[in-house]
């Protein structure tokens, strides 16, 4: 069955400390997409990012960066020289292409980031 | 403005009493679908939709009815609510599967029922 872990309930730094989240899946899927969505205080989710199975390379966007890999089934979320602004809730989350289930979105249960001054 | 729009944002009512939440996109996305977000629990898909007319069980559908009857409303119906579905509740819209295009989320209906 299809799962995802994050272990890390609540992390707290400070101002431009690097900070790494961490995300394990399960499944059983060959081919299958894995997330990343914010949720600020505010309370609005904002995707993030969308990685295929079949993308191993590691990505960056501007402080962000993400670490796929499948012999460990986590996909991580890194935030360098993190931020207040970057103060939230991240969700993980996980769809499996087979047997239909592309429409199907399965969610860790969230890490809250805590970014202190 | 593109958005996904949530009607209404809070809600009290009391068991038993039928409700409806509503959600509407102007960006002519294709999926729509609907989530609740409890303490410790993160997201849960409760249905979603592909198209007009095409709807599906997510995770949690239990107490649950939707209907897509124009391309742009997915209304969240609870014909006899209970206290176990207090929650957040988010819609989201997306152009194809979310798989290939964007997910964007509403801003959330938090639903207390007594």
């Known amino acids: 069955a299809q799962k995802v872990t994050q272990a890390q309930t609540e992390i707290s730094v400070v101002e431009k400390e690097d900070v790494t989240l961490d995300c394990v899946y399960e499944t059983r899927d060959t081919t299958y997409y894995l997330f990343w969505y914010k949720q600020p205080p505010s309370g609005e989710l904002v995707f993030l990012i969308r990685r295929n199975s079949f993308d191993e390379q590691n990505e960056i966007s501007g402080r962000y960066s993400w670490n796929f890999q499948k012999s460990t089934s986590s996909f991580n979320f890194t935030i360098t020289a993190s931020q207040v602004v970057d103060s939230a809730v991240y969700f993980c989350?996980?769809?499996?292409?087979?047997?239909?289930?592309?429409?199907?979105?399965?969610f860790g249960t969230g890490t809250l980031l805590a970014v202190q001054p | 403005e593109a958005q996904v729009t949530q009607n209404p944002r809070y809600l009290i009512t009391v068991t038993g009493k039928k409700l409806t939440v509503t959600c509407s996109q102007n960006m002519n996305h294709e999926y729509m679908s609907w989530y609740r977000q409890d303490p410790g629990l993160g997201l849960r898909q409760i249905y979603y939709?592909?198209?007009?007319?095409?709807?599906d069980k997510g995770d949690v559908p239990e107490g649950y009815k939707v209907s897509r009857k124009e391309k742009r409303n997915f209304p969240l119906i609870l014909e006899s609510p209970s206290p176990n579905q207090t929650s957040l509740y988010f819609c989201?819209?997306?152009?194809?599967?979310?798989?290939?295009?964007?997910?964007?989320f509403g801003p959330g209906t938090r639903l207390t029922v007594l």
């Open positions: 939709s592909m198209n007009v007319e095409v709807t």
């Open positions: 989350a996980l769809s499996e292409e087979e047997r239909g289930a592309t429409n199907k979105l399965i």
């Open positions: 989201a819209s997306s152009l194809g599967g979310f798989t290939e295009d964007t997910q964007y």
